[in-house]
């Protein structure tokens, strides 16, 4: 088999996370910032952030000034809330009396405002006041202790972030969710080891730290899902430490992997279901990059023996991405010719491969990659090359709203252009080589799947110092990610 045909799909799923990666390094330099606003399935409401106001307390105004910014990044990027421009007389509105007193709510019917929300600091604990204008109910949070330890701090306005979405819309907040992304380290010489290690940071880029230490290669890292009611304490990603790339299982406090399978061949993409149970990856352990199953438990690692669970001849496979039920699988094949996105139900222990069908999702796209479920198993985003330009598209996957098939919608400004895909160079499949003798054709195959190999370490992944701080994620591997952006109205370009 031709390797390049081989890591095709894996490094088509890579560039479409590079493209997203950008607007992460422009947030570095403001005047390069990219913002996209999206149309929403429900319309953002306005909401009036009022000054942080403070008494007796030992913090700096400066430092006040940081959190806020940081509680108004949240409201403004919370899919369901932005911010209304402040102005003097909506200030002294909000904060010219008692604390729990936000102004009367005619003032801010008037300006069709729907929410006030002001933080209230005494001493060294944040408390915050709602108000809901339409209904004149006003609210308040607990109050929340802080330190003056930026790093812990931040971590606090996003609980409080998270705090306001919950009152104000019955349904949990994204500001206190983290992300794993790896950072390639840079070349100083020809003779230095390329290597790159996993990273973790808050959902808006801060917090970023180091997890692994490898002195390895290492890519598309993931949580293990958390207990209800508890934060996830590990993750798997793939090394390439002993050569050939493996899944490894780690936890985030030291960072230390161990082997998740005793399987041979190349292992990558593993993702795992949220029932904790699962984990499909890509393996070529049969000759052929196919899917697979491992029963799994976060205590004990894997459980028996991976269970082929979709093959196609001739055809390579990638980007699985469990339903969050975990019935279903949806992953990436080249079986019909381009990469396209195909859904599986996943079989019972002994099924044969022959009676595993595929759905194909993707019939108006091609080359698309890397799927993921929307929370409620009601959408799947991938991205998808459109007009020459890599963008991200919604696959509604239920038919209780949306009769007939279900179909899919781009994310764009204006009909046609594209805005969120940066765009990328187009990828090639070579035509496959003359048929060699096996024991040739092995050595050329390994030999082959080593070059490119390398050549994909050196092109899959954006150097750290492209960004201005080596501490904000420039590459983000965990597909996760896409859960942050809000889903498009369907059928409405934006």
């Known amino acids: 088999m031709n390797p390049l045909r081989y890591f095709f799909l894996w490094l088509s799923a890579i560039a479409c996370l590079l493209s997203l990666s950008a607007p992460l390094c422009a947030e570095e330099d403001e005047g390069d910032a990219i913002i996209v606003r999206l149309a929403t399935e429900s319309p953002l409401v306005p909401l009036y952030l009022a000054p942080l106001s403070s008494t007796q307390t030992d913090f700096v105004e400066p430092y006040l000034r940081q959190l806020e910014s940081i509680l108004a990044f949240d409201l403004n990027h919370n899919g369901s809330t932005f911010l209304v421009k402040r102005n003097p007389v909506n200030d002294h509105l ?3 009396g008692e604390p729990n007193n936000l102004g009367p709510a005619q003032a801010w019917q008037s300006q069709n405002i729907f929410y006030v ?13 709602m108000l809901s204008v339409n209904t004149q109910n006003l609210k308040s949070s607990d109050p929340i202790s802080l330190t003056g ?3 812990e701090d931040r971590k606090a306005i996003h609980r409080v972030a998270d ?4 009152a104000l819309f019955g349904k949990e907040g994204i500001a206190s969710t983290r992300i794993l992304y790896t950072v390639k380290t840079p070349l100083i010489n020809s003779s230095q080891k390329l290597t790159s290690d996993v990273w973790e940071a808050d959902y808006d880029g801060g917090n970023a730290r180091q997890v692994t230490q490898e002195k390895s290669f290492c890519v598309t890292p993931a949580y ?3 207990k209800s009611g508890y934060l996830t304490g590990g993750f798997l ?3 390439y430490q002993l050569g050939q790339p493996k899944i490894y299982v780690a936890n985030l406090k030291d960072g230390t992997g161990r082997r998740l399978l005793s399987l041979r061949g190349n292992q990558l993409m593993p993702a795992l279901s949220q029932q904790r149970d699962k984990v499909a990856f890509i393996s070529d352990a049969t000759g052929n990059p196919d899917l697979f199953l491992q029963p799994f438990s976060p205590e004990n690692g894997a459980i028996g023996k991976p269970q082929q669970i979709f093959s196609a001849k001739q055809a390579t496979q990638s980007s699985p991405t469990f339903s969050p039920d975990g019935t279903k699988i949806a992953f990436v094949s080249d079986k019909d010719g381009a990469p396209k ?12 491969l022959k009676n595993v069908k595929a759905t194909l999702i993707t019939k108006r796209n091609r080359e698309s990659s890397a799927p993921v479920w929307s929370p409620d198993g009601t959408k799947i985003a991938y991205c998808s090359r459109t007009d020459g330009i890599r963008q991200i598209w919604i696959y509604l996957a239920t038919r209780k709203t949306h009769p007939g ?3 899919a919608s781009t994310l764009s400004s204006t009909p046609p252009t594209p805005t969120i895909a940066n765009s990328i160079s187009s990828i090639s499949i070579k035509a496959a080589p003359p048929k060699l003798h096996p024991d040739k054709e092995k050595s050329a195959i390994q030999a082959g799947s080593r070059a490119l190999n390398s050549k994909l370490m050196q092109e899959s992944e954006i150097e750290s110092d492209s960004c201005k701080s080596k501490t904000v994620p420039c590459v983000i591997h965990s597909i996760n990610c896409f859960m942050l952006i809000p889903l498009p109205a369907t059928g409405q370009p934006i």
């Open 405 to 407: 098939l279900p179909t």
């Open 117 to 129: 929300v002001k933080a209230q600091l005494t001493g060294k604990s944040l408390q915050v006041f």
């Open 94 to 96: 909000a904060t010219g």
């Open 341 to 352: 996105v195909y859904v599986i139900t996943i079989p019972e222990p002994g099924t044969s």
């Open 163 to 166: 705090i306001i979405h919950k």
């Open 237 to 239: 990603y793939v090394s």
């Open 149 to 151: 330890d930026l790093s």
């Open 224 to 226: 293990l899902p958390p």
